[in-house]
């Protein structure tokens, strides 16, 4: 969904060097791949870029922020402004610090224009490795204690998600 205006009471802001430490990235070479990523900061968009390889089974390039996340549950989305590709790509939630573990999804697509996309607690799906995990509790945003990107599209080559903003 497509939103014009957003007021946020809780936002990232990428301007400030300790917000860039609180991001790291997670490839497929934890499992043998060959794939790439980076997260580099320009006048305060980050950039999410590298290049997706099938090769060694591989094929996904993620980012995860472990800074505080003060979300609120209820009727309040919580909303990403980006620019991209054209690739579809999945805002990631965690409701732990681990590296492993159930992952809340929701995919979205890019487009080269900017565009401010919404998500309520009830557009994420629960996930381990890919696979749906039916028993796993709903999301609460209050919950959440990791916001990441992930690009799993199946498709090799370069990539790049401009992100202006998150936020609630």
């Given at each position: ?74 009727i309040t989305p ?38 401010t996309l919404t ?49 609630q």
């Amino acid at each position: 969904m497509k939103c014009t205006h957003v007021s946020a009471q809780w936002k990232v802001d990428f301007s400030s060097a300790e917000e860039r430490n609180y991001w790291y990235r997670v490839n497929d070479s934890v499992m043998g791949g060959l794939s790439q990523s980076n997260l580099r900061v320009v006048d305060k968009v980050a950039y999410f870029e590298g290049e997706i390889s099938l090769k060694n089974n591989g094929g996904f390039a993620s980012v995860r922020r472990v800074g505080p996340v003060t979300l609120k549950s209820g009727i309040t989305p919580i909303f990403i402004e980006i620019n991209g590709d054209g690739r579809s790509y999945q805002l990631r939630l965690r409701t732990n610090k681990g590296f492993d573990g159930v992952a809340y999804v929701a995919t979205f697509s890019s487009s080269s224009s900017w565009q401010t996309l919404t998500f309520n607690e009830a557009d994420f799906v629960p996930q381990f490795r890919g696979r749906i995990v039916s028993r796993a509790p709903a999301l609460s945003f209050s919950d959440v204690r990791q916001i990441g990107f992930m690009l799993a599209d199946k498709q090799s080559g370069p990539f790049q998600l401009a992100i202006k903003n998150i936020g609630q």
